[in-house]
Protein backbone atom coordinates (compact mmCIF):
# COMPACT_ATOMS: atom_id res chain seq x y z
CA UNK A 1 0.00 0.00 0.00
CA UNK A 2 1.20 3.70 -0.69
CA UNK A 3 0.79 6.24 1.95
CA UNK A 4 0.58 9.93 0.98
CA UNK A 5 1.65 12.41 3.80
CA UNK A 6 1.21 15.62 2.99
CA UNK A 7 3.80 18.34 4.12
CA UNK A 8 1.68 21.69 5.40
CA UNK A 9 4.53 23.78 5.68
CA UNK A 10 3.75 25.97 3.08
CA UNK A 11 0.58 27.22 4.48
CA UNK A 12 2.38 28.28 7.44
CA UNK A 13 4.79 29.85 5.03
CA UNK A 14 1.74 32.17 3.47
CA UNK A 15 0.30 33.01 7.59
CA UNK A 16 4.24 34.33 8.34
CA UNK A 17 4.65 36.51 5.46
CA UNK A 18 1.55 38.95 7.26
CA UNK A 19 2.50 37.46 10.69
CA UNK A 20 -1.07 36.87 10.68
CA UNK A 21 -3.68 33.74 12.39
CA UNK A 22 -4.59 32.88 9.02
CA UNK A 23 -4.14 30.56 6.96
CA UNK A 24 -3.63 27.61 9.90
CA UNK A 25 -2.22 24.83 9.18
CA UNK A 26 -4.20 22.97 11.88
CA UNK A 27 -7.23 24.01 9.97
CA UNK A 28 -5.36 22.80 6.61
CA UNK A 29 -4.15 19.47 8.29
CA UNK A 30 -7.67 18.47 8.59
CA UNK A 31 -8.80 19.40 5.32
CA UNK A 32 -5.62 17.55 3.85
CA UNK A 33 -7.16 14.34 6.04
CA UNK A 34 -10.46 14.77 5.07
CA UNK A 35 -9.15 14.73 1.30
CA UNK A 36 -7.46 11.18 1.76
CA UNK A 37 -4.10 12.27 3.26
CA UNK A 38 -2.38 9.47 5.26
CA UNK A 39 -0.28 11.24 7.47
CA UNK A 40 0.48 14.99 8.33
CA UNK A 41 4.03 16.44 7.87
CA UNK A 42 5.49 19.61 9.42
CA UNK A 43 9.53 21.07 9.61
CA UNK A 44 10.32 23.03 12.52
CA UNK A 45 12.86 24.59 11.80
CA UNK A 46 15.24 26.42 13.79
CA UNK A 47 14.52 29.71 12.47
CA UNK A 48 11.02 29.23 12.50
CA UNK A 49 10.51 30.51 9.22
CA UNK A 50 7.09 28.89 8.52
CA UNK A 51 5.66 26.36 11.37
CA UNK A 52 5.55 27.51 15.07
CA UNK A 53 6.08 25.40 17.98
CA UNK A 54 2.02 25.93 18.98
CA UNK A 55 1.13 24.71 15.31
CA UNK A 56 3.00 20.93 15.96
CA UNK A 57 1.38 21.46 19.94
CA UNK A 58 -2.23 21.89 17.82
CA UNK A 59 -0.86 19.18 14.89
CA UNK A 60 -0.84 16.62 17.51
CA UNK A 61 -3.72 16.93 19.18
CA UNK A 62 -6.13 17.03 16.13
CA UNK A 63 -3.94 14.66 13.95
CA UNK A 64 -6.26 11.68 13.46
CA UNK A 65 -3.66 9.51 10.71
CA UNK A 66 0.64 10.49 11.52
CA UNK A 67 2.28 12.95 12.29
CA UNK A 68 5.65 13.51 11.13
CA UNK A 69 7.34 15.92 12.34
CA UNK A 70 10.76 17.12 10.43
CA UNK A 71 13.71 18.09 12.16
CA UNK A 72 17.28 18.43 12.71
CA UNK A 73 18.95 16.59 15.52
CA UNK A 74 19.80 19.74 17.66
CA UNK A 75 19.20 19.37 21.59
CA UNK A 76 16.40 22.14 21.08
CA UNK A 77 14.11 20.00 18.57
CA UNK A 78 14.79 16.85 20.69
CA UNK A 79 13.16 18.49 23.63
CA UNK A 80 10.67 19.49 21.78
CA UNK A 81 9.93 15.80 19.70
CA UNK A 82 9.81 14.00 23.41
CA UNK A 83 7.67 16.39 24.71
CA UNK A 84 4.95 16.48 21.90
CA UNK A 85 5.46 12.95 20.76
CA UNK A 86 5.08 12.84 17.26
CA UNK A 87 4.10 9.50 15.77
CA UNK A 88 7.63 9.71 13.01
CA UNK A 89 10.48 11.80 13.31
CA UNK A 90 12.57 12.50 10.17
CA UNK A 91 15.92 13.43 10.96
CA UNK A 92 16.92 16.59 8.12
CA UNK A 93 19.93 18.54 7.56
CA UNK A 94 19.43 22.05 8.07
CA UNK A 95 20.93 25.63 7.07
CA UNK A 96 19.94 28.48 7.95
CA UNK A 97 20.49 30.11 4.84
CA UNK A 98 18.64 27.65 2.43
CA UNK A 99 15.32 28.36 1.13
CA UNK A 100 14.05 24.58 1.32
CA UNK A 101 16.21 21.57 2.16
CA UNK A 102 18.92 20.94 -0.26
CA UNK A 103 20.02 17.59 0.17
CA UNK A 104 19.85 14.48 2.00
CA UNK A 105 21.10 14.01 5.62
CA UNK A 106 24.60 12.60 5.76
CA UNK A 107 24.47 9.69 8.06
CA UNK A 108 28.03 8.21 7.00
CA UNK A 109 29.13 10.86 8.04
CA UNK A 110 27.15 12.00 11.78
CA UNK A 111 26.39 8.91 12.37
CA UNK A 112 27.92 8.80 15.68
CA UNK A 113 26.36 11.79 16.69
CA UNK A 114 23.27 10.30 14.97
CA UNK A 115 22.65 7.25 17.17
CA UNK A 116 21.54 7.69 19.87
CA UNK A 117 19.19 10.67 19.07
CA UNK A 118 18.07 7.68 16.90
CA UNK A 119 17.85 5.56 20.40
CA UNK A 120 16.81 8.42 22.30
CA UNK A 121 13.17 8.62 20.10
CA UNK A 122 13.04 5.39 19.83
CA UNK A 123 12.56 4.82 23.38
CA UNK A 124 10.05 7.38 23.68
CA UNK A 125 7.77 5.30 21.04
CA UNK A 126 8.38 7.49 18.44
CA UNK A 127 9.69 6.05 15.04
CA UNK A 128 12.69 7.40 13.31
CA UNK A 129 13.63 8.34 9.52
CA UNK A 130 16.18 9.81 7.95
CA UNK A 131 15.89 11.75 5.11
CA UNK A 132 18.91 10.83 2.92
CA UNK A 133 19.75 11.10 -0.82
CA UNK A 134 19.54 8.02 -3.15
CA UNK A 135 22.82 6.64 -2.23
CA UNK A 136 23.49 3.32 -1.21
CA UNK A 137 25.88 3.71 1.37
CA UNK A 138 23.50 6.15 3.69
CA UNK A 139 20.91 3.90 3.10
CA UNK A 140 22.85 0.89 4.64
CA UNK A 141 24.54 3.38 7.65
CA UNK A 142 20.83 4.22 8.35
CA UNK A 143 20.29 0.73 9.16
CA UNK A 144 23.89 0.42 11.20
CA UNK A 145 22.32 3.05 13.73
CA UNK A 146 18.81 1.37 13.60
CA UNK A 147 16.54 4.18 12.13
CA UNK A 148 13.01 2.37 11.36
CA UNK A 149 12.91 4.05 7.92
CA UNK A 150 14.65 6.14 5.02
CA UNK A 151 12.98 8.60 3.05
CA UNK A 152 14.86 8.70 -0.21
CA UNK A 153 15.50 13.06 -1.30
CA UNK A 154 14.06 12.39 -5.16
CA UNK A 155 15.27 16.56 -5.52
CA UNK A 156 17.75 15.32 -8.68
CA UNK A 157 14.74 12.87 -10.19
CA UNK A 158 12.69 16.03 -9.81
CA UNK A 159 15.30 19.10 -11.10
CA UNK A 160 16.57 16.86 -14.51
CA UNK A 161 16.16 18.13 -17.32
CA UNK A 162 15.82 15.84 -19.79
CA UNK A 163 14.71 12.24 -20.20
CA UNK A 164 18.21 10.93 -19.84
CA UNK A 165 19.01 12.18 -16.61
CA UNK A 166 15.57 11.35 -15.63
CA UNK A 167 16.04 7.83 -15.59
CA UNK A 168 19.09 7.79 -14.45
CA UNK A 169 17.81 9.97 -11.00
CA UNK A 170 14.84 7.54 -10.98
CA UNK A 171 17.52 4.22 -11.65
CA UNK A 172 19.63 5.46 -7.93
CA UNK A 173 16.33 5.52 -6.30
CA UNK A 174 15.13 2.53 -7.32
CA UNK A 175 18.47 0.64 -6.04
CA UNK A 176 18.34 2.73 -2.85
CA UNK A 177 14.94 1.76 -2.14
CA UNK A 178 15.63 -2.09 -2.91
CA UNK A 179 18.42 -2.32 -0.77
CA UNK A 180 16.67 -0.18 2.21
CA UNK A 181 14.06 -3.33 1.80
CA UNK A 182 16.76 -5.82 1.91
CA UNK A 183 17.82 -4.48 4.97
CA UNK A 184 14.31 -4.27 6.45
CA UNK A 185 13.56 -0.64 6.51
CA UNK A 186 10.37 0.97 5.69
CA UNK A 187 11.40 2.92 2.16
CA UNK A 188 9.85 6.70 1.50
CA UNK A 189 10.13 9.76 -1.06
CA UNK A 190 9.93 13.02 -1.46
CA UNK A 191 11.32 16.61 -2.41
CA UNK A 192 9.87 18.66 -4.92
CA UNK A 193 7.57 16.11 -6.41
CA UNK A 194 4.70 16.85 -8.29
CA UNK A 195 1.02 15.93 -9.70
CA UNK A 196 3.20 15.18 -13.12
CA UNK A 197 6.14 13.54 -12.32
CA UNK A 198 5.37 11.41 -8.89
CA UNK A 199 3.57 8.64 -10.46
CA UNK A 200 7.25 7.21 -11.76
CA UNK A 201 8.12 7.05 -7.89
CA UNK A 202 4.71 5.72 -6.66
CA UNK A 203 5.36 3.08 -8.91
CA UNK A 204 8.75 1.73 -7.15
CA UNK A 205 6.76 -1.20 -5.31
CA UNK A 206 9.65 -0.99 -2.27
CA UNK A 207 8.46 2.57 -1.90
CA UNK A 208 5.44 2.52 1.28
CA UNK A 209 5.22 6.78 1.30
CA UNK A 210 5.61 9.61 -0.51
CA UNK A 211 5.48 13.14 1.46
CA UNK A 212 4.48 15.80 -1.10
CA UNK A 213 3.94 19.96 0.02
CA UNK A 214 4.81 22.80 -1.89
CA UNK A 215 2.90 21.33 -5.06
CA UNK A 216 -0.05 20.23 -3.04
CA UNK A 217 -0.22 23.99 -1.29
CA UNK A 218 0.22 25.69 -4.31
CA UNK A 219 -2.90 23.92 -6.31
CA UNK A 220 -4.52 24.31 -2.84
CA UNK A 221 -4.39 27.85 -3.01
CA UNK A 222 -6.71 27.99 -6.18
CA UNK A 223 -8.86 24.74 -5.69
CA UNK A 224 -8.67 24.31 -1.57
CA UNK A 225 -6.88 21.55 0.04
CA UNK A 226 -9.49 18.89 0.02
CA UNK A 227 -9.13 18.63 -3.70
CA UNK A 228 -5.74 19.15 -4.37
CA UNK A 229 -4.79 16.04 -1.85
CA UNK A 230 -7.85 14.08 -3.74
CA UNK A 231 -6.50 14.95 -6.60
CA UNK A 232 -2.78 13.23 -5.39
CA UNK A 233 -4.34 10.74 -4.24
CA UNK A 234 -5.66 9.65 -7.37
CA UNK A 235 -2.61 10.44 -9.42
CA UNK A 236 -0.90 7.86 -6.79
CA UNK A 237 -3.47 5.16 -6.87
CA UNK A 238 -3.04 5.42 -10.57
CA UNK A 239 0.29 4.63 -10.88
CA UNK A 240 0.32 2.57 -7.97
CA UNK A 241 -1.94 -0.08 -10.09
Known sequence: ???????IDHVATIRQARRAAEPDPVHAAV????????GITVHLRGDRRHIQDRDVEMLRQV??????????????MIRIALTVKPDQVTLVP????????????DVVLNSTQLKPVVKTLQEAGIDVSMFVDPDLEQVKESHRIDARAVEINTAAYCDARDERSREAALRKVVDA?????????????GHGLMYANAGAVASVP???????GHNIV?????????????EMGE??????H
Open 63 to 76: VKTRLNLEMASTQE
Open 1 to 7: MMRLGVN
Open 31 to 38: LAELGGAD
Open 94 to 105: ERREELTTEGGL
Open 206 to 212: EITELNI
Open 177 to 189: ARLGRKLGLAMHA
Open 218 to 230: ARAALVGMERAVR
Open 235 to 240: AIKAAR
